[in-house]
Protein backbone atom coordinates (compact mmCIF):
# COMPACT_ATOMS: atom_id res chain seq x y z
CA UNK A 1 0.00 0.00 0.00
CA UNK A 2 1.62 3.21 -0.67
CA UNK A 3 1.07 6.62 1.39
CA UNK A 4 -1.26 8.25 -1.27
CA UNK A 5 -3.75 5.08 -1.48
CA UNK A 6 -4.31 5.08 2.45
CA UNK A 7 -4.94 8.70 2.53
CA UNK A 8 -7.19 8.44 -0.29
CA UNK A 9 -8.91 5.13 0.70
CA UNK A 10 -9.49 6.53 4.59
CA UNK A 11 -10.98 9.51 3.10
CA UNK A 12 -13.68 7.86 0.79
CA UNK A 13 -14.69 5.36 3.25
CA UNK A 14 -15.35 8.12 6.02
CA UNK A 15 -17.92 10.01 3.67
CA UNK A 16 -19.71 7.10 1.80
CA UNK A 17 -20.53 6.28 5.74
CA UNK A 18 -20.97 9.57 6.19
CA UNK A 19 -23.59 10.89 3.59
CA UNK A 20 -25.92 7.75 4.73
CA UNK A 21 -26.27 9.35 7.56
CA UNK A 22 -27.62 13.15 6.35
CA UNK A 23 -30.60 14.42 4.13
CA UNK A 24 -29.02 14.51 0.09
CA UNK A 25 -30.29 18.10 -0.21
CA UNK A 26 -27.28 18.71 2.84
CA UNK A 27 -24.93 16.79 0.62
CA UNK A 28 -23.32 19.73 -0.60
CA UNK A 29 -22.65 22.48 2.08
CA UNK A 30 -20.32 23.70 4.06
CA UNK A 31 -21.39 21.69 7.31
CA UNK A 32 -21.44 18.59 5.56
CA UNK A 33 -17.66 19.14 4.06
CA UNK A 34 -16.83 20.09 7.71
CA UNK A 35 -18.40 17.02 9.38
CA UNK A 36 -16.43 14.72 6.66
CA UNK A 37 -13.23 15.93 6.76
CA UNK A 38 -13.47 16.43 11.12
CA UNK A 39 -14.23 12.53 11.31
CA UNK A 40 -11.98 11.87 8.48
CA UNK A 41 -8.69 13.87 10.70
CA UNK A 42 -10.49 11.47 13.26
CA UNK A 43 -9.47 8.39 11.47
CA UNK A 44 -6.45 9.79 10.41
CA UNK A 45 -4.94 10.17 13.99
CA UNK A 46 -6.35 6.45 14.73
CA UNK A 47 -4.58 5.19 11.62
CA UNK A 48 -1.42 6.99 12.60
CA UNK A 49 -1.37 5.39 16.26
CA UNK A 50 -1.51 2.10 14.30
CA UNK A 51 0.44 2.74 12.21
CA UNK A 52 3.01 3.57 15.24
CA UNK A 53 2.60 0.22 16.61
CA UNK A 54 5.48 -1.43 14.70
CA UNK A 55 2.74 -4.64 14.16
CA UNK A 56 4.30 -7.32 11.87
CA UNK A 57 0.98 -7.19 9.74
CA UNK A 58 0.71 -3.46 9.29
CA UNK A 59 4.67 -3.02 8.26
CA UNK A 60 3.60 -5.71 5.71
CA UNK A 61 1.01 -4.29 4.07
CA UNK A 62 2.84 -0.99 3.38
CA UNK A 63 6.08 -3.19 2.62
CA UNK A 64 8.55 -1.67 5.02
CA UNK A 65 8.32 -0.06 8.26
CA UNK A 66 10.51 3.06 6.85
CA UNK A 67 6.97 3.53 4.30
CA UNK A 68 4.92 3.30 7.44
CA UNK A 69 6.57 6.04 9.11
CA UNK A 70 6.43 7.99 5.70
CA UNK A 71 2.42 7.30 5.76
CA UNK A 72 2.36 7.83 9.36
CA UNK A 73 3.81 11.55 9.10
CA UNK A 74 1.35 12.39 5.84
CA UNK A 75 -1.72 11.01 8.03
CA UNK A 76 -0.99 13.94 10.53
CA UNK A 77 0.02 16.68 8.31
CA UNK A 78 -4.01 15.63 7.24
CA UNK A 79 -5.64 15.11 9.65
CA UNK A 80 -4.51 18.96 11.00
CA UNK A 81 -4.98 20.22 7.77
CA UNK A 82 -8.73 19.23 7.94
CA UNK A 83 -9.45 19.95 11.57
CA UNK A 84 -8.29 23.34 10.78
CA UNK A 85 -11.58 23.52 8.21
CA UNK A 86 -13.37 21.42 10.69
CA UNK A 87 -12.64 23.94 13.75
CA UNK A 88 -13.26 26.90 11.63
CA UNK A 89 -17.03 25.72 9.73
CA UNK A 90 -19.78 24.55 11.79
CA UNK A 91 -20.33 21.13 11.29
CA UNK A 92 -23.95 20.82 12.19
CA UNK A 93 -28.05 21.60 10.27
CA UNK A 94 -30.86 21.92 11.75
CA UNK A 95 -32.14 19.49 9.03
CA UNK A 96 -29.53 16.80 10.27
CA UNK A 97 -31.43 15.75 13.61
CA UNK A 98 -28.47 15.88 15.91
CA UNK A 99 -27.67 14.61 19.25
CA UNK A 100 -24.98 14.12 20.63
CA UNK A 101 -23.59 10.06 21.92
CA UNK A 102 -21.87 11.32 25.18
CA UNK A 103 -23.74 14.19 26.76
CA UNK A 104 -21.49 16.68 28.45
CA UNK A 105 -22.24 20.20 30.18
CA UNK A 106 -22.42 23.11 27.61
CA UNK A 107 -18.86 23.91 28.89
CA UNK A 108 -16.81 20.93 28.62
CA UNK A 109 -18.26 20.31 25.22
CA UNK A 110 -16.88 23.84 24.63
CA UNK A 111 -13.30 22.91 26.43
CA UNK A 112 -13.24 19.79 24.52
CA UNK A 113 -13.59 20.80 21.30
CA UNK A 114 -10.85 23.39 21.84
CA UNK A 115 -8.45 20.78 23.25
CA UNK A 116 -9.03 18.62 21.08
CA UNK A 117 -7.90 20.79 17.98
CA UNK A 118 -4.91 22.11 19.95
CA UNK A 119 -3.37 18.51 20.86
CA UNK A 120 -3.82 17.97 17.46
CA UNK A 121 -1.81 20.49 16.05
CA UNK A 122 1.02 20.09 19.15
CA UNK A 123 1.11 16.80 18.23
CA UNK A 124 1.88 17.44 14.33
CA UNK A 125 3.72 20.31 15.25
CA UNK A 126 5.87 18.73 17.30
CA UNK A 127 6.65 15.71 15.06
CA UNK A 128 7.86 18.18 12.17
CA UNK A 129 9.95 19.97 14.33
CA UNK A 130 13.51 18.78 13.50
CA UNK A 131 14.96 21.34 16.23
CA UNK A 132 13.93 19.54 19.25
CA UNK A 133 16.49 17.12 20.43
CA UNK A 134 15.69 13.67 19.78
CA UNK A 135 15.62 12.29 23.62
CA UNK A 136 13.23 15.32 24.07
CA UNK A 137 11.12 15.30 20.92
CA UNK A 138 10.67 11.55 21.62
CA UNK A 139 9.10 11.90 24.75
CA UNK A 140 6.86 14.64 23.87
CA UNK A 141 5.51 13.00 20.59
CA UNK A 142 4.90 9.57 23.55
CA UNK A 143 1.76 12.29 24.30
CA UNK A 144 0.31 11.27 20.92
CA UNK A 145 -1.79 8.57 22.56
CA UNK A 146 -3.04 10.32 25.20
CA UNK A 147 -4.07 13.87 23.26
CA UNK A 148 -6.01 10.93 20.64
CA UNK A 149 -8.22 10.20 23.64
CA UNK A 150 -9.06 13.64 24.14
CA UNK A 151 -10.02 14.33 20.01
CA UNK A 152 -12.16 10.95 20.54
CA UNK A 153 -13.98 12.73 23.45
CA UNK A 154 -14.94 15.36 21.43
CA UNK A 155 -16.28 13.17 18.68
CA UNK A 156 -18.37 11.24 20.96
CA UNK A 157 -19.88 14.99 23.14
CA UNK A 158 -20.49 17.02 20.30
CA UNK A 159 -24.42 16.55 18.36
CA UNK A 160 -23.94 15.19 15.33
CA UNK A 161 -26.16 12.74 13.05
CA UNK A 162 -23.61 9.96 13.61
CA UNK A 163 -25.27 7.27 16.47
CA UNK A 164 -22.92 4.23 17.21
CA UNK A 165 -25.40 1.98 15.52
CA UNK A 166 -25.15 3.60 12.33
CA UNK A 167 -22.54 3.02 9.22
CA UNK A 168 -20.35 5.60 10.19
CA UNK A 169 -20.31 4.83 14.03
CA UNK A 170 -19.24 1.78 13.40
CA UNK A 171 -16.75 2.37 11.02
CA UNK A 172 -15.15 5.22 13.57
CA UNK A 173 -15.98 3.39 16.59
CA UNK A 174 -13.97 0.40 15.35
CA UNK A 175 -10.88 2.50 13.88
CA UNK A 176 -10.59 4.47 17.39
CA UNK A 177 -10.64 1.16 19.61
CA UNK A 178 -8.02 -0.13 16.82
CA UNK A 179 -5.95 3.37 17.67
CA UNK A 180 -6.45 2.99 21.22
CA UNK A 181 -5.33 -0.35 21.77
CA UNK A 182 -2.57 0.54 19.66
CA UNK A 183 -1.09 3.41 21.31
CA UNK A 184 -1.28 1.59 24.25
CA UNK A 185 0.59 -1.19 23.59
CA UNK A 186 3.48 0.99 21.65
CA UNK A 187 3.52 2.68 25.11
CA UNK A 188 3.26 0.24 27.59
CA UNK A 189 3.76 -3.24 26.27
CA UNK A 190 5.94 -2.47 22.93
CA UNK A 191 9.45 -2.44 25.28
CA UNK A 192 8.85 -5.74 26.92
CA UNK A 193 7.02 -7.41 23.50
CA UNK A 194 8.86 -5.84 20.78
CA UNK A 195 12.78 -6.65 22.01
CA UNK A 196 14.55 -8.33 20.23
CA UNK A 197 17.10 -9.16 23.05
CA UNK A 198 20.38 -7.50 24.76
CA UNK A 199 23.33 -7.26 23.55
CA UNK A 200 27.15 -6.23 24.42
CA UNK A 201 29.49 -3.64 22.24
CA UNK A 202 32.70 -6.03 21.93
CA UNK A 203 34.31 -3.62 19.31
CA UNK A 204 34.31 0.19 18.57
CA UNK A 205 35.99 1.35 15.70
CA UNK A 206 35.84 5.46 15.26
CA UNK A 207 36.35 7.48 12.21
CA UNK A 208 36.06 10.66 10.90
CA UNK A 209 32.88 11.78 12.91
CA UNK A 210 31.37 8.02 12.04
CA UNK A 211 31.21 5.36 14.33
CA UNK A 212 31.56 1.65 13.53
CA UNK A 213 29.74 -0.48 16.40
CA UNK A 214 30.01 -4.44 16.82
CA UNK A 215 27.85 -6.24 19.29
CA UNK A 216 27.40 -9.83 20.59
CA UNK A 217 24.26 -11.35 21.91
CA UNK A 218 23.97 -12.07 25.96
CA UNK A 219 22.13 -14.71 25.73
CA UNK A 220 20.53 -15.39 22.23
CA UNK A 221 20.30 -13.84 18.67
CA UNK A 222 17.84 -12.90 16.63
CA UNK A 223 17.09 -13.89 12.74
CA UNK A 224 17.17 -10.92 10.27
CA UNK A 225 17.48 -10.36 6.05
CA UNK A 226 20.15 -8.56 4.44
CA UNK A 227 19.13 -4.57 3.91
CA UNK A 228 17.16 -4.92 7.83
CA UNK A 229 17.57 -2.84 10.53
CA UNK A 230 17.25 -2.30 13.87
CA UNK A 231 16.26 -0.18 16.62
CA UNK A 232 18.87 0.37 18.95
CA UNK A 233 18.87 1.67 22.77
CA UNK A 234 22.30 1.54 24.69
CA UNK A 235 21.92 0.87 28.06
CA UNK A 236 23.50 3.87 29.24
CA UNK A 237 21.69 7.66 30.64
CA UNK A 238 21.27 9.68 27.37
CA UNK A 239 21.36 7.01 25.00
CA UNK A 240 18.32 4.92 25.83
CA UNK A 241 16.22 6.17 23.67
CA UNK A 242 15.43 3.55 20.85
CA UNK A 243 17.04 4.92 17.21
CA UNK A 244 16.51 3.12 13.81
CA UNK A 245 19.89 1.90 12.16
CA UNK A 246 20.37 0.16 9.42
CA UNK A 247 22.54 -3.11 9.77
CA UNK A 248 25.63 -3.30 8.23
CA UNK A 249 26.09 -7.31 8.94
CA UNK A 250 25.15 -10.50 7.68
CA UNK A 251 22.86 -13.15 9.77
CA UNK A 252 25.96 -15.38 11.57
CA UNK A 253 25.99 -18.60 13.48
CA UNK A 254 27.77 -16.32 16.71
CA UNK A 255 24.64 -13.95 16.31
CA UNK A 256 27.02 -10.34 16.23
CA UNK A 257 25.60 -7.75 14.43
CA UNK A 258 27.17 -4.41 13.32
CA UNK A 259 26.15 -0.61 12.52
CA UNK A 260 27.58 1.80 10.45
CA UNK A 261 26.38 5.38 12.09
CA UNK A 262 27.67 8.98 11.54
CA UNK A 263 27.02 11.64 14.26
CA UNK A 264 24.15 13.84 12.49
CA UNK A 265 22.38 14.92 15.56
CA UNK A 266 22.27 15.15 18.52
CA UNK A 267 22.03 11.61 19.49
CA UNK A 268 24.29 10.03 17.28
CA UNK A 269 26.81 12.70 17.60
CA UNK A 270 26.38 11.31 21.26
CA UNK A 271 26.28 7.85 20.81
CA UNK A 272 29.36 8.25 18.13
CA UNK A 273 31.62 10.17 21.20
CA UNK A 274 30.51 7.67 24.32
CA UNK A 275 30.36 4.23 22.51
CA UNK A 276 32.58 1.47 24.11
CA UNK A 277 33.22 -1.88 24.38
CA UNK A 278 31.46 -3.55 27.13
CA UNK A 279 28.27 -1.38 26.76
CA UNK A 280 25.01 -3.23 26.88
CA UNK A 281 22.25 -2.38 24.18
CA UNK A 282 18.51 -3.35 24.20
CA UNK A 283 17.80 -3.72 20.24
CA UNK A 284 13.77 -4.19 18.84
CA UNK A 285 14.69 -5.96 15.55
CA UNK A 286 14.08 -6.87 12.67
CA UNK A 287 12.03 -4.10 10.24
CA UNK A 288 12.49 -3.51 6.97
CA UNK A 289 11.74 -4.99 3.48
CA UNK A 290 14.59 -3.77 1.05
CA UNK A 291 15.50 -6.56 -0.95
CA UNK A 292 17.37 -7.34 -4.26
CA UNK A 293 14.70 -7.11 -7.07
CA UNK A 294 14.75 -10.92 -7.86
CA UNK A 295 13.42 -10.00 -11.56
CA UNK A 296 16.71 -7.94 -12.64
CA UNK A 297 18.85 -8.71 -15.20
CA UNK A 298 21.48 -5.99 -14.47
CA UNK A 299 21.42 -4.20 -10.37
CA UNK A 300 23.08 -0.81 -9.88
CA UNK A 301 23.55 -0.57 -6.28
CA UNK A 302 23.80 3.27 -4.81
CA UNK A 303 24.35 3.40 -1.39
CA UNK A 304 25.51 7.47 -0.21
CA UNK A 305 27.52 7.87 3.35
CA UNK A 306 25.99 5.55 5.85
CA UNK A 307 23.52 4.53 3.33
CA UNK A 308 26.21 2.02 2.43
CA UNK A 309 25.06 -0.04 4.99
CA UNK A 310 21.78 -1.85 3.52
CA UNK A 311 24.69 -3.16 0.77
CA UNK A 312 27.32 -4.05 2.73
CA UNK A 313 24.52 -6.60 4.50
CA UNK A 314 23.90 -7.27 1.01
CA UNK A 315 27.42 -8.34 0.21
CA UNK A 316 28.04 -9.99 2.90
CA UNK A 317 24.91 -12.33 2.91
CA UNK A 318 26.13 -15.82 2.82
CA UNK A 319 22.96 -17.60 1.01
CA UNK A 320 22.81 -14.64 -2.07
CA UNK A 321 23.90 -15.19 -5.28
CA UNK A 322 24.17 -13.40 -9.20
CA UNK A 323 26.53 -10.95 -7.47
CA UNK A 324 28.06 -10.95 -11.66
CA UNK A 325 25.02 -8.43 -12.49
CA UNK A 326 25.63 -5.77 -10.02
CA UNK A 327 27.12 -2.99 -9.63
CA UNK A 328 27.91 -0.85 -6.23
CA UNK A 329 28.15 2.65 -6.59
CA UNK A 330 29.58 4.17 -3.82
CA UNK A 331 28.59 7.90 -3.23
CA UNK A 332 30.98 9.88 -0.47
CA UNK A 333 32.80 12.86 0.55
CA UNK A 334 36.61 12.08 0.81
CA UNK A 335 36.85 14.10 3.87
CA UNK A 336 34.12 12.01 6.06
CA UNK A 337 34.12 8.58 3.66
CA UNK A 338 33.39 5.64 6.16
CA UNK A 339 33.93 3.03 6.00
CA UNK A 340 36.97 3.68 3.26
CA UNK A 341 36.22 3.24 -0.61
CA UNK A 342 38.47 0.82 -0.65
CA UNK A 343 37.57 -1.33 2.05
CA UNK A 344 33.97 -1.70 0.30
CA UNK A 345 35.87 -2.53 -3.04
CA UNK A 346 37.74 -5.39 -1.50
CA UNK A 347 34.24 -6.59 -0.01
CA UNK A 348 33.25 -6.19 -3.75
CA UNK A 349 35.41 -7.75 -5.51
CA UNK A 350 35.18 -10.83 -3.22
CA UNK A 351 31.94 -11.28 -4.26
CA UNK A 352 32.13 -11.11 -7.52
CA UNK A 353 30.38 -7.59 -7.99
CA UNK A 354 31.41 -4.46 -9.53
CA UNK A 355 32.54 -1.29 -7.85
CA UNK A 356 32.02 2.05 -8.81
CA UNK A 357 33.93 5.31 -6.62
CA UNK A 358 32.08 8.35 -6.98
CA UNK A 359 33.77 11.02 -4.39
CA UNK A 360 32.88 14.11 -6.29
CA UNK A 361 29.96 15.00 -8.60
CA UNK A 362 27.98 12.66 -10.10
CA UNK A 363 29.55 11.93 -13.55
CA UNK A 364 30.78 8.18 -12.05
CA UNK A 365 27.18 7.21 -11.43
CA UNK A 366 25.57 9.05 -14.51
CA UNK A 367 28.31 7.20 -16.29
CA UNK A 368 27.21 3.88 -14.61
CA UNK A 369 23.75 3.74 -15.45
CA UNK A 370 24.18 4.90 -19.16
CA UNK A 371 26.71 1.69 -19.23
CA UNK A 372 24.08 -0.42 -17.81
CA UNK A 373 21.54 0.37 -20.56
CA UNK A 374 23.69 -0.24 -23.25
CA UNK A 375 24.39 -3.64 -21.98
CA UNK A 376 20.91 -4.09 -20.57
CA UNK A 377 17.14 -3.61 -21.95
CA UNK A 378 16.25 -0.30 -19.89
CA UNK A 379 13.57 -2.38 -18.99
CA UNK A 380 15.58 -4.66 -16.83
CA UNK A 381 17.62 -2.37 -14.98
CA UNK A 382 16.87 -2.21 -11.63
CA UNK A 383 18.27 0.21 -9.29
CA UNK A 384 18.66 0.15 -5.71
CA UNK A 385 18.97 3.29 -3.80
CA UNK A 386 19.62 4.40 -0.16
CA UNK A 387 20.56 7.98 0.57
CA UNK A 388 19.61 11.15 1.09
CA UNK A 389 16.36 12.69 -0.64
CA UNK A 390 18.32 15.12 -2.87
CA UNK A 391 20.62 12.59 -4.10
CA UNK A 392 17.72 10.38 -4.66
CA UNK A 393 15.87 13.13 -7.07
CA UNK A 394 18.82 13.29 -9.08
CA UNK A 395 19.05 9.23 -9.47
CA UNK A 396 15.31 9.65 -10.94
CA UNK A 397 16.21 12.13 -13.29
CA UNK A 398 19.31 10.28 -14.13
CA UNK A 399 16.67 7.09 -14.76
CA UNK A 400 14.53 9.07 -17.00
CA UNK A 401 17.11 10.26 -19.29
CA UNK A 402 18.12 6.53 -19.34
CA UNK A 403 14.94 5.39 -20.16
CA UNK A 404 15.12 3.40 -16.73
CA UNK A 405 11.14 3.31 -15.38
CA UNK A 406 10.58 4.71 -12.25
CA UNK A 407 9.02 1.27 -10.75
CA UNK A 408 12.46 -0.06 -11.11
CA UNK A 409 13.80 2.28 -8.44
CA UNK A 410 13.90 0.59 -5.00
CA UNK A 411 14.50 2.79 -2.44
CA UNK A 412 15.21 2.50 1.61
CA UNK A 413 13.89 6.02 3.26
CA UNK A 414 17.01 7.44 4.61
CA UNK A 415 15.01 9.56 7.47
CA UNK A 416 12.30 8.52 10.04
CA UNK A 417 11.70 12.14 11.42
Known amino acids: MKTWQCILGLLLITTLTLLLEIPSSTWLTSASLSLILGTTALVYMAASCLLASRWRIVESAFGGLDRVYETHKWLGIWALVFASYHFVFKANLDEWNSVAIVELPKYWT?????????????????????????????WWHKLSGPLFLIVILHWLSFKSPITLSSPSGIWLGAFCAVGVVAALYKLVLYPFVARAGEYRVVAVTRDK???????????????FKAGQFAFLAMQQKGLREPHPFTIASANTTNGQIEFVIRGLGDYTKKLCECAQIGMHADLYAPYGRFKRPAQAEREVWI??????????????????KDFDKATLVYCFNPSRAFPPAETLQSMAQQRGVAFVSNSGGLEALAETLRQAVSKTDPKKVHVSFCGPKGLLSKVAEMMATNQIPAANLHTELFEFR
Not at 303 to 319: C, K, N
Open 110 to 138: RLVRQLSFIALGVIVLLALNRNIPYSQWR
Open 209 to 223: GALHLTLEPRHKKFD
Open 303 to 320: GAGVGISPFISWLQDPDA
